[in-house]
């Protein structure tokens, strides 16, 4: 085994590279997030080739810079967040990551967070929260915690993270985030998560449905959960605001979890209400998703969500599950 960063021999067993200090057994999302595209992915409207001053040749549209657009592609777990069309700025986040020594894979995490949109830095606060998460979720792993317990961990770091970014004295406006984390082994699916953001399982089997994984902590929710119709529900005042959230003015209790063990092969979306505003049940997402590689889904469904109005930042993870991590 060699270090992918410098090329130094290590053992299999190895953390990090003694020569560089690299990690060797995590290929991740750049911390502070995937600021920018990654690669020569074309035009993020039609396709086609982007001229040096960052318009497209074929379509002329403005290509996003910054936060505006992300994108990251480790080939078994890939993600796009965008800032939609009506948003001054995004306020998503995702980091996610290949655990295990290069070539022999074991484990995929990812975290998607959602800036809550009326606290300050929202930005700051769904970044912060991946990063600290993803850390500590890897870790919790790499020491032989499960990963329910390493996702608990991961929503504890996301709590005390995202807790240190608030002003003193100003509960009201501390920033503030949703959460939600999966961990994908070959045999399992481990779910978590802290207000809206969501994670649907898409099977490619006719015979397996696909579904949804997470319930939204939201005032609607608990409504519908009480007996409320749906329909009335939704129509309550500030139905749609979040019941948990990660923040230092939320309780901080550990996230939901949910287990899935696939009865056959499928992919697993996690996203932001930006996509499933516009596609909330699972069969209506599983229509659009393709057969694609897992970045160039994301950014379909990403696409799907703007060319529907993109009144929210967009943010999908894609995993593939086949009962193997190749």
């Known amino acids: 085994m ?22 060797l057994q995590l290929r991740r999302t750049p911390a502070g997030g995937p600021i920018g595209r990654v690669g020569d992915a074309g035009c993020v409207g039609c396709g086609c080739e982007v001229a040096a001053d960052g318009f497209c040749e ?30 001054a700025r995004n306020e998503d986040s995702i980091a996610f990551g290949v655990v295990g020594p290069l070539g022999s894979p074991q484990t995929v995490v990812a975290v998607l967070c959602d800036g809550v949109g009326s606290t300050e830095r929202a930005d700051s606060a769904s970044q912060t929260a991946v990063d600290a998460a993803l850390e500590s979720i890897v870790d919790s ?17 996301a709590y005390s ?18 959460f939600v984390s999966a961990i994908v082994t070959p045999t399992e699916i481990t779910v ?6 969501r994670a649907y399982w898409v099977s490619s089997s006719p015979d397996v449905p696909s579904r949804r994984l997470t319930t939204d902590d939201t005032l609607v929710a608990q409504l519908v959960a009480a007996g409320m119709d749906e329909a009335e529900a939704s129509a309550s005042l500030n139905a749609h605001a979040l019941a948990r959230w990660v923040g230092a003015d939320a309780e901080a209790a550990p996230p939901h979890v ?8 499928g992919r697993l979306i996690v996203c932001s209400d930006g996509l499933w505003n516009y596609l909330p ?28 109005g993109g009144h929210d930042n967009i943010t999908v993870v894609v995993v593939p599950w086949e009962g193997r991590l190749p």
């Open 2 to 23: 060699t270090c992918p960063d410098c090329g130094e021999p290590a053992e299999a067993t190895d953390r990090y590279c003694e020569n560089c200090g690299g990690s």
């Open 58 to 87: 074929t379509c002329g549209r403005a290509q996003p810079t910054g936060r505006d657009r992300m994108e990251y592609d480790l080939e078994l777990v890939a993600g796009v967040s965008d800032r939609g069309r009506a948003r």
């Open 141 to 157: 792993l790499l020491s032989g915690a499960s990963p329910r317990s390493a996702t608990e961990d991961g929503g504890a770091a």
């Open 161 to 178: 993270a995202v807790g240190e970014l608030a002003r003193p004295n100003s509960p009201e406006t501390a920033p503030s985030c949703t």
């Open 192 to 197: 978590g998560w802290i207000g809206d953001s």
């Open 258 to 265: 949910t287990v899935l063990t696939p009865e056959a092969p």
């Open 281 to 308: 049940d699972a069969e209506s997402l599983a229509a659009k998703v393709s057969d694609a590689e897992p970045l160039k889904v994301a950014a379909e469904l990403t696409s799907i969500a703007n060319e529907l």
